[in-house]
């Protein structure tokens, strides 16, 4: 008897089986999105990419967390292809956030925060996401994300703000024009997670004031538009999931020592601790 734990984004899902004896294996295989996957392409991914990595575990529990989740109709899907591979067993099926929740807050309270492509968060009353602040999405919202950090970037790029040394450290790795920028932006697919990219040269560039200043006013953006709306942030940690969080921690547990703020936990990707409170 084992369980099988999902964390999927669009690109990549993280599978995890843990069965009686503790022990564990960790598949990586692309993301299920069930705006781009239907049932049958989701079956025929998990038979390809996952059956043959986990071997002959006999899978009696599965907790699906992914994208696209918030849709019944999306949960009802991907639960039934799930079904349909491993015949018997129970499927549940829920949101990215409630995964980041459970998996630094356990069973206490506290607020839970997504800072990687993109943001979200929201208060957990230990038991289920009790309070949520809205997304937007990258074009008027995601305070604090890559894409938004990676925006900044191309404004002060752009925009001719970056001193000469910036300036030069930029053309010599992305070596890309205005137009070739724009395109990306604003033709072609996913400019999401293009925007976010640039969220790396932030992290090679730290102790540059004009770097500093883009982390700190965007991630302080996150905290003034989303942590300050709930009562709880003041009553219970605030932790947070995601790539950009765990690599600018840093700047995070100074805001939090600004706002006044109890932070948890940070950590890069949510499947440890889901791992934890599942197997409890």
Request: net charge neutral; aromatic share 14%; with cysteine.
């Amino acid at each position: 008897m084992a369980i099988l734990i999902a964390d999927s984004g669009a690109t990549k899902c993280e599978w995890a089986v843990v069965d009686k004896e503790k022990s564990r294996k960790t598949v990586f295989t692309q993301g299920i999105s069930p705006y781009f996957l239907n049932g049958p392409q989701i079956q025929d991914l998990v038979k390809r990419e996952l059956l043959p990595a986990i071997g002959k575990f006999n899978i009696t529990d599965i907790h699906y967390y992914g994208t696209g989740c918030k849709a019944i109709e999306n949960r009802k899907m991907i639960a039934k292809a799930l079904g349909g591979v491993f015949s018997g067993a129970k499927v549940t099926v829920d949101i990215d956030l409630l995964a980041a929740a459970r998996s630094v807050c356990g069973h206490d309270k506290g607020i839970a925060c997504i800072l990687g492509t993109g943001c979200n968060s929201a208060y957990y009353n230990g038991n289920k996401i009790a309070k949520n602040s809205p997304g937007l999405g990258y074009v008027l919202g995601d305070e604090g994300s890559g894409a938004y950090l990676g925006k900044k970037v191309l404004q002060y790029y752009l925009y001719n703000t970056f001193d000469e040394e910036l300036r030069y450290r930029f053309d010599e790795k992305f070596k890309m024009n205005e137009d070739e920028i724009l395109d990306r932006v604003y033709k072609q697919p996913l400019p999401n997670r293009f925007l976010a990219s640039f969220t790396m040269f932030l992290a090679e560039n730290r102790g540059h004031f004009m770097v500093e200043n883009i982390i700190e006013d965007g991630l302080n953006d996150f905290f003034f538009y989303h942590l300050n709306k709930y009562n709880e942030s003041w009553k219970y940690p605030v932790h947070f999931v995601g790539s950009v969080a765990f690599g600018f921690r840093d700047v995070i547990a100074e805001l939090c020592n600004s706002y006044e703020f109890e932070l948890g936990k940070i950590v890069q990707n949510p499947m440890g601790g889901l791992i934890t409170y599942h197997a409890q």
